[in-house]
Structures are given as C-alpha cells and as structure tokens.
C-alpha cells in the first residue's frame, strides 16, 4: 500500500504544481530515459458502478510503446480499468467515474471527446473473439469502410497488412471470402487483432485475449504482441502471471479497486514492493 | 500416500453411507421422475395433435364439397326478337333462361308449378347466359347449351345433404321438383363441376352465387396496409427504445403502456378507430385503409416486444466489436445489431400480422362487417375480410352456407400458411449461423 500512498502524495503534487508534473509512477527510470513518453494519464481517476467504486482513485501513466500488463484476481477492477481507457463502460448505464483520465493530453472523458474517434485510435480486442458473422474479408475491411475507405484496392491493400501483422495472414490468404465463424478460436482471436490494427489505432487494448484459447494458440497471440511490440502501446488485461511476465514491460497490479503495485515487470516479479502483491504472485492467493 | 489413500476410503466406506450410496439410493427416483415428465410431455402432444387433427378432418369433411357446385345443362335456342340487336348486354336474359326451361319441360304448367320449376335453376343462370351471349353473339335462331348454376337446394340434394326418402313436408323441395330433377340425371344434364364461383365472387345472398375472392382480396389489402405501416413503426419503435432511449421514468412508463396495450381487447382497438380514424379524420368506412390502421394499432405492439427482445438476444461482443473498431451508435446498429436481429422480428411481425388476419371484433366497429357483394378493387373500396365473411356466412340459415364457412376457413388457413411461409422463407435468408 505504500505505493499508492505515494502516489496519493505525488498527486497532491500534481495538481497544486499545475506546470511542471512529475509522471506517477515511473515503472522504469532507465526506460524513460530511453525516451519513454506517457501516452495514457491517470489522475485520481475512479469509476463507480452505482454507488460501488470498482476503480479506486487510481493514478499512473502508461508509457508510450510499450507492453503494461495488469494483472490482479477476479473482480479487482482491472478489466473495468482497461475498458475505461476506449470509453467501452458506456455501455453500462449505471457506470460513471471521476477524477481524469487523459490521452495525449485530452481527456478522454471530456465533455467534447469524441467517442468514435477516441476508439478508432483506441483499438480493443476482447475475452471471446468476437468476429462479426462476415467473411474474414469484410470483417478487416469494416473499420475502413466505416471511417470511409471504399476503394477495393486500398481496402485490399489494408486488409493484407493487417493480417500479416496479426500473423494470420499466411493462414487464411486463401479463404479471404470464407466466413470469419469458420476459423478456429485462436485464428479469430488474431483476426480480431487484425481487425483492430486495420483502423490503424495508437494503442491496443487486450482484455484477457487468450483465456478462451488452447496453449498452442496462446502461444501465437503472445507472439504476435512480441511482433507488435514497439509500434503500438499495448495494455494487456490476464489473470495468467506468467503470461504477463513474458510479454510486458510494466506490470500494473489492482487489488480490490485500488492499484497496488506498478512497475517494471521484471521488478515487479522479483521485487514486489508490496506484501499483498507478493502474496498474489506467489500464488498465495488468486 | 498410497496408504492414507487407503486408510480415507476404509473410513468414508465404513462411515454411515458414502456419497455413492446415496446417489445410488435415489438414482432410480431420479430416473423414475424423468420417464413421468417425459411422459406428461408426450401425452399433452399427443392430445394436442389429436384436438387439432379433429378440428381440421371436421373442417374439411365439412367444406370439401364446395369446391364442387351443380350445374344444369340448359339449351337456349335464341328467337328473333329475343335479343336486343342494339345492345345485346341488355336483353331479357332471365326471359330468355325461362323460355329454355319451359322448352325443356313443355308438359308443366300452372303458376306454382312453373316457380317451383324456375326455383331448380340459380339466378345467376341469366348472368351466365350473359356473359356468354356478350363473348360470342349468336345467330339469329341457333341454339346453344350451356352449364348454368343450379339453385342450393338442387345443389344440397345433389351433394347427399338433403335426403330424399324423408316425406315431402320435411324437405325444401317437393316431390315433382325431385321428380323433374330425376329427369335430368336420368338424361345426365345435372352433375357436378369445379366451384369457380367460389374463387372469382363475392358475398352474395345466393348461396351458388357466393364466393370468397372479394373477402381474399379485402384481407390482402388490409394485411398489406397493416405490414406496411406496423413493421415499419414497430422496429423503429423497438430499436429506439432498446438502443438509443435513455433509462427513465419516461421510458418505463412507455415500455409499460405497450405491454399493456398488447393485452387489450381489440374491440376497444375498433372503438377507437371507429372514434379517431372514421369520425374525426373522415376516413371511407369499411374499407381496407382503415381496417389496416386499426389492426396495425393492435399489431404494433407485439412486434415492438418482439423485436425488443430480439434486439436483447443480440450478443453484446457484437456491439462491442463493432464499437472498439470506431462504429457510430447508428452503424452500430444498422450494420450489426438489426440484421442479427432480424429473423426475431420477422417472427413477431409474423405473429402479429397472424393475429390481425384472424381478427373481427375490431373491424365491427369500423363497418366492415358489411354484406359486401363487389369485390373491391383498391384500398378505398368497402370490402370484407376473410374472418368477418366466415362469421357472416356461419350466420346465415341456407345449409349451403354451412359447406362454404368450412371451406372459406379452409381458405383462410391457406392464406394464413401462405403467409406465413414468405415469413419463415425471408427469416431463413436472414438467419446467421453464430
């Protein structure tokens, strides 16, 4: 808990500094110095269903670039985080938050943000592949076409890109008119990644992207964010530690709303700061 | 471990009763209660199979024989002077079919004679002569036979409905009648032919003249008038307040009000066309275009709850895919929501306007349970609809109306299946394998 009381701290900093903020949070010194750049800013930032703060006034900056896993056990928010940052809890009527939450230095929950444009830079890839009930064709090319990209060529041209970068491309090159339903979970799962890369957003979100798929296929979509490591900031919700040590460069740990823990993930595994994220990793409890 | 292994199941097996036992107690229980649902199930399926199985054997025993109708075979030898050379569409035809009989039975005279011997014949039969005088306009002293309709009663006797052995008083047609009829199937100028009439007219007080094509094309152009204006409104309706309204007190109110208003009476449907559509817009009475209005308020409804919930089914990973790739609210909706949605309002549609096309009680009130004779032609025409002609015809006393209200069901049941298989034929086109 000392973290976040830092944290609280250095907000308080923050807000009466106005001009000159300190980043919450740093995960990594020698990282920021390399250039790291925050691109997603958490101020004090809680959200609520009804009355329940499932967020707790969390504070962090999430680094440009980089892989940020969160991790924590069922229920601690860390979903509802991750939905908050592309605006997807609107869909719950009760849902509502405070504090901020900035994006390049707008506020994402801001009187005059787009919410459509805010996804298009926002992409989301969730639990369940969800592919629309479309060929694997029209399922990459919808984004496009939304955003006003008709011309087949171009849409061609999109839809090839995305899927060599979702690393299905060589898979499904051929059957690019069959329906996306016939794929197996894992391919639609990087479909859905594809599908994602095709609006060209700045950050990706994954939310738990593998627990519905085989270890085989698992191991594919861990391949493909070490492919994508690097062109885009990518947020990585899992309950499977593991995982997150591979793949991220900074952890995020909640527990019970609050973030606990965030840092470096090489640090936050060997040298967790905290007594309950040490109980957590450890296994000792989930 | 091999040993505490051991050691636990010696002491759960000598401990009273593992679980093992007790699922194996009431196994037989369990299974026993299973055969008895199963059971109650198949019995209500059979009962239902069986209810409906009766209804339509006695609907269609009952009606079959009004696809056949009797006609007499008549020969008309025209005179000079019995058609009119300048307009023959004017003649004495009903003189003419007369002048026929007479010819055919010389030896019959007297007054009551000779109306009880016009009486075997339909007065549709100057008609019939009519109609083929204006095809093919014959010389002057030629001769030509023709079918014409016979009267119901000939018609009734012809299809075993009226006995012929009962005394004279309890039948409506009197020895020598039966014994001119006697003729003409000894010479085999009666017999009975395919009911076109049935198919092409409309309501008439003849029951050979009778015909439900005017009571069809009534229910077509209500039925089309409701589709056309309740699916439109019902899922703009449905999709407004399932995706875009917001959650208040407004709302409730009005998502209570349409299930209540699926619930009322649809006469007071009628009550309120009557008041609303007819008195105070002035709309024509007993035709299509109101009746369609006021079957759509009472079909409205149940397509909006439909489709609501067929709106709720859709999967929300849908939704939120097509948002997290920078969909509008809109195209959220129109690009995947609606289509996936689609078949369940096409069936809330189709139930409804099953509904309205067996409905009565509201039509009453807006004057189209009329004796309506043309068949109507547009949506302005006074016109009958199916169910109302059904009920008009169940309610007359001539027996012949009894074989025409089965087979007019029969009928309806057609139309309704019918529409019914466009239905499930566009859903089937819809329907998406998730």
Redesign the interface.
Known sequence: MQMTAESKDSAGVASQGGAKREIFLPPDRERLKEGGTPHVVAKNFSIFYGDFEAVKKVNADILSKYVTAIIGPSGCGKSTFLRAINRMNDLIPSCHTTGTLMFEGEDIYGKYTDEVLLRKRIGMVFQKPNPFPKSIFDNIAYGPRLHGVNDKKILAEIVEKSLRKAVLWDEVSDRLDRNALGLSGGQQQRLCVARALAVEPDILLLDEPTSALDPKATAKIEDLIEELRGSYTILIVTHNMQQASRVSDHTMFFYEGDLVEYAPTKHLFTNPRDQVTEDYITGRFS | MNKSAGKSVARSSSGRGRTIDIVNKGLKSRYRKEKRFRFYGLLSIVASVVFLAFLLSSIVLKGYSAFLQTYIKLDVSFEAGMLDKQNPGRSDFQGIVKAAIRDYYPDVTGRQDKRDLFSLFSSGAAFQLREEVLNKLPEEGSSISLWVLADDDVDMLMKGHMKRDVPEGERRLNDKQLRWIERLEEEGRIALRFNTTFFTAGDSREPELAGIWGAVKGSFYTMLVTLVLSFPIGIAAAVYLEEFAP?NLATDFIEVNINNLAAVPSIVFGLLGLAVFLNFFGMPRSTPLVGGIVLMLMTLPTIIIASRAALKAV??????????????KL?VVT??VLP?ALPGMLTGTIIGMAQALGETAPLLMIGMVAFIVDVPGGFTDPAAVMPVQIYLWADSPERAFVERTSAAIMVLLAFLISMNAVAVVMRRRFE???
């Open positions: 959650k999967p929300p990973s849908i939704r939120e895919a097509a948002l997290g790739v920078g969909s509008s195209q690009g995947h996936l998406r394998r998730w």
